[in-house]
């Protein structure tokens, strides 16, 4: 994760695993019907040997994970015991671990989540944290300010995949530029992040002036957005050119798969926003069990990448 005395940045981590493995995401949700599929307890132990399988099967196929907190918080403290076992394993071997865990609060207390989930040496260490924004994005500044110096992400929520979030996300919302949406107004408040931490670190410089990023390594920021699939993003009046602007805003995309949408639709719905986009499975990908697991995320990875050359 480091350069001479340089952090690498979370984008640049991301944008590697990327061109390494795919723009695929498996997402480790033990819901209670697939442990009863893959013949594993509805316990602490279950959700724990459930996520190292994933992971396993994960490893070496795709380059990201998205562990689903609430699956593993069930179980109390020996849910987050079994999580950390997850989390461990996956960083262990390579993957980046992105924690779906939806944290948001008043900035004293966001800024716990993110020691909590962000922090290098802390139990839950991940590599990115999905949080939401409805204490305003500045809220979050204290979580996205240790996200840039300790190399890691934050995921924000926008217009997320679900329908019941349509009337509240739709809703009018005022900010800098004037009248948005509020999916809209986070997205903007999110890339308007990116662009000024690039600029600091263009004035400023690293310790290790030899590993400055360059335009291309520098390509992504470091703080993304969950944007759903199943969205039309012009519903929210979100301009996907405008947040590709270096540093491109990153996107978590979830909504493939069991919610409907498609591998063949991630250019027509994410535009530019497209080569920075994570795009998430859980249920479809999981559905195979534990025996054809490795085979169906090889599958389903190698489809999303003929999709993308197809639409390109
Ligand atoms: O807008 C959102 C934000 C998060 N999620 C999460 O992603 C996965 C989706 O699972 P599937 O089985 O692929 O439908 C799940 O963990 C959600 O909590 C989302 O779906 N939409």
Known sequence: MMVG?????FGERLAEAFRERG???VGIDPHDYLLREWNLPLSAAGVREFGLRVVNAAAGAVGIVKPQVA????????GYSALEDVFSAARAAGLIVIADAKRGDIGTSAEAYGRAWLQAGSPLEADAVTMTAYAGVGSLQPVFDLAETAGKGVFVLSATSNPESFQLQTARASGTDGDSSVAGLVANEVSAHNASARAQ???HGSADTSAEPTPDTAALGNIGLVL???KNLSDYGIDTARLALVPATPVLAPGFGFQGALFSSVRSVFGHLTPGTVVAVSRSVLAAGPKQLEQS??????ELAEALVASA
Do not use: H, K, M
Request: glycine share 8%.
């Open 228 to 230: 759903g699939a199943t």
């Open 23 to 25: 723009q695929l995401c």
């Open 5 to 9: 005395t340089r952090v690498t940045p």
């Open 297 to 302: 995320i090889r599958q389903q990875s190698d």
């Open 201 to 203: 670190v263009l004035a």
């Open 71 to 78: 699956f593993f918080e069930l179980f109390g403290s020996a």
